[in-house]
C-alpha cells in the first residue's frame, strides 16, 4: 500500500471524521489504501444496516461509498484534502452486490485546476468483478489548507 506524500491513512482519518454527515460515518466506512497518483480504496460491512429485501446492499449505501472514495482519491492526488463538491455522479447496477464488506476501488482519470473527473467500481469483496460501476465529476473549490 502506497500514502500519498503528505495525505496518508492516519491523515485521510481525520476528515472522514470531521468532513461527512453522520449517516456517512454510521456507514463504519474503512480507508483500507490511498495512493498518490488518485487512488483509494474504502469498504463498509454488508450487513442488514444497509441491506434491502433479500439481503442485497441497497444502492443509497453504495453510492455514497463510491462518492467518499472519490473524495479521497482526488484528496490523495492533491496531497491533501481540499474542498470540493461532486457536480455529477452516474452509477450503473450491474447485478446484486452481497459479501462481507461492500468495497470501492477508486481512481482519478483527471485532476484540474477546476474539475475533477474518476471512476469506481464497487464490489462484494477486493478483486471481484465489479457489481456496479461509477463514474464522477467533481468541483475543485480550493486548495489543499
Same mark, same amino acid.
Given at each position: 500500500m502506497a500514502d500519498a506524500v503528505g495525505f496518508d491513512l492516519d491523515a485521510a482519518r481525520r476528515p472522514l471524521a470531521e468532513n461527512f454527515a453522520p449517516w456517512v460515518i454510521d456507514l463504519d466506512?474503512?480507508?483500507?489504501s490511498l495512493d498518490p497518483e488518485g487512488a483509494a480504496v474504502l469498504?463498509? +460491512? #454488508?450487513?442488514t444496516k444497509i441491506a434491502r429485501v433479500g439481503g442485497i446492499v441497497c444502492g443509497q449505501a453504495t453510492? #455514497?461509498?463510491a462518492d467518499t472514495a472519490m473524495v479521497f482519491a482526488i484528496s490523495a492526488a492533491? /496531497? /491533501?484534502?481540499r474542498p470540493m463538491t461532486t457536480v455529477g455522479q452516474t452509477t450503473t447496477f450491474l447485478r446484486a452486490m452481497g459479501g462481507p464488506r461492500v468495497v470501492a476501488s477508486a481512481r482519478v482519470l483527471k485532476l484540474g485546476k477546476t474539475l #475533477?473527473? /474518476?471512476?469506481?467500481a464497487?464490489? /462484494?469483496? #477486493?478483486?471481484?468483478? +465489479?457489481c456496479a460501476t461509477v463514474s464522477s465529476t467533481y468541483a475543485i473549490l480550493g486548495p489543499v489548507p
Open positions: 466506512i474503512r480507508i483500507d469498504s463498509i +460491512p #454488508a450487513g453510492m #455514497a461509498l492533491s /496531497g /491533501g484534502c #475533477a473527473f /474518476g471512476e469506481v464497487l464490489s /462484494g469483496r #477486493a478483486g471481484d468483478a +465489479p
